[in-house]
């Protein structure tokens, strides 16, 4: 997107929006997929993150984590851009708060693990 267009982001059929948080910066590219259909790429993301989660140390979080993500209809992946900044990071974890507020989401966050709110509950190796 190029700034220019509006996403209606109460109609339930986007799939792309550009978040420009600060001018001169470069925007936070968020992405929807769904995980209607087995070989959608949104089953395909669910397939490895519970590959990821077999890393995992075993317990109680990590089975909720796998329960959670057997039901995942949606995912939401925030790309974040080369020059993000402080602010950057917090416009992130407001969409993110967002999606665990409203929609019982988990966050996955690379080279971290899994969080429900701001709690890391499970750590991947």
């Given at each position: 997107?190029?700034?220019?267009?509006?996403?209606?982001?109460?109609?339930?059929?986007?799939r792309?929006?550009?978040?420009?948080y600060?001018?001169?910066?470069?925007?936070?590219?968020?992405?929807v997929?769904?995980?209607?259909?087995p070989?959608?790429?949104?089953a395909?993301?669910?397939?490895?993150?519970?590959?990821?989660?077999?890393?995992?140390?075993?317990?109680?979080?990590?089975?909720?984590v796998?329960?959670?993500?057997?039901?995942?209809?949606?995912?939401?992946a925030?790309?974040?851009?080369?020059?993000?900044?402080?602010?950057?990071?917090?416009?992130?974890?407001?969409v993110?708060?967002?999606?665990?507020?409203?929609?019982?989401?988990?966050?996955?966050?690379?080279?971290?693990?899994?969080y429900?709110?701001?709690?890391?509950?499970?750590?991947?190796?």
């Open positions: 997107m190029d700034g220019s267009s509006a996403v209606d982001l109460a109609d339930p059929t986007w792309n929006v550009d978040l420009f600060r001018a001169g910066k470069k925007p936070i590219a968020l992405e997929t769904r995980v209607d259909e070989d959608s790429v949104g395909e993301e669910v397939e490895e993150f519970l590959d990821l989660l077999t890393e995992a140390r075993r317990g109680l979080s990590r089975r909720k796998d329960q959670h993500l057997r039901r995942t209809r949606f995912i939401v925030a790309q974040l851009p080369s020059d993000i900044e402080d602010d950057g990071y917090d416009a992130n974890g407001w993110m708060h967002y999606f665990t507020a409203n929609h019982g989401a988990l966050v996955q966050a690379d080279g971290e693990g899994f429900e709110g701001s709690k890391l509950t499970v750590r991947l190796p």
